[in-house]
């Protein structure tokens, strides 16, 4: 039974993925840890550590003492917080990632770390953006990803650890709220939607990206995870998406079942110059073919399960 470390575990995918991990194979082989005191639900739920993803030593000493055979390495500064701070998000998530990938490779363990669609930019093509194409971000998180993606690739071919990506959409989540990302309108809209009836949304009308709810990218973790490595042409990472969406569509979907929701635009030119780097929609075509990615969320159906669970987790 594998013998898991994740980081970044109070993080908005994290923060799922230990829940998941758990469920799939035991609390007890699953260390959760982030830099912070444990203090959701789930990371007081099994083992959990204080871990500062830039302290080599400690993350060594903690995946060994657990014994570790698998690293998650899941702690990053999301897109618009690593613009306001683009020093600190190099530092951390080139730093961070060095050291999960060295730590792995001195405990020859299996890793697992989420690139973005944020990895491609603005002279990538736009519509069905292949596996394999141009990436030149212009954002300092997009520069991360990139040079992530080449580094988990590294790792394999030079020294035969066995990485694996994908590259995340935007994630709509309803139990963490996320922090500092670019596509988070689409998890803020459901909220305000229920607690205030209307939402002002940061991203303009009419600007298209790939998201997905989720179970869907949890479920993807672990399939990949557990896909035949015989069978993986591609490693880091494998471009990954359920739906692309404008905010007026999903606005829209909310509308169906709020018909009262009213929505409109305040844009924060900083995040919609992120938005406008990304693609409208990406190819999943090889994690499709290599692993049987498979999402089962479409927007409605994501629509009606977060209204459902936020009644149910804000008491309307
Ligand atoms: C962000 N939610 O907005 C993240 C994600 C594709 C976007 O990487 O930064």
Known sequence: MKKIIVTGAQGQI??????????????DNVLATDIR?????AAQAGPYEILDVTDAKSM??????????????MAALLSAKAEESPLLAWNLNMGGLMNALEVSR???????????????????PKNETPQETLQRPTTMYGVNKVAGELLCDYYFTKFGLDTRGVRFPGLI???????????????????????????????????????????DALQAIVDLLEADPAKLIH????????????????????????????????????????????????????????????????????????LDKLKVKLKI
């Open 60 to 73: 060594h000493a903690l995946a060994k003492d657990f014994g570790a055979d698998t690293m998650m390495h």
């Open 173 to 215: 989540s309803n139990v963490a709220k996320p922090g500092g990302g670019t596509t988070d309108y689409a998890v803020d809209i459901y909220y305000k939607a229920l607690e205030e009836g209307k939402y002002k949304s940061y991203i303009a009308e009419g600007t298209y990206m790939d998201m997905m709810y989720m179970p």
């Open 235 to 306: 490693r880091n990472a494998f471009n990954v998406t359920a739906m692309s969406f404008e905010p007026a569509e999903i606005a829209a979907s909310i509308k169906n079942h709020l018909p009262k929701f009213e929505m409109s635009y305040d844009v924060d030119p900083i995040r919609q110059e992120i938005a406008d780097s990304w693609p409208d929609s990406i190819d999943p075509s090889a994690a499709v073919a290599e692993w049987g990615f498979k999402a089962k969320y479409d927007l409605d159906a994501m629509t009606i399960d977060m």
């Open 14 to 27: 994290g923060s799922e993925l230990i829940t998941k991990l758990r469920s799939e194979y035991g609390t």
């Open 106 to 124: 001195e405990l020859n363990m299996q890793f697992f770390t989420p690139s973005s669609i944020g990895a491609f930019g603005p002279t990538t």
């Open 37 to 41: 005191e444990a203090s959701t639900e």
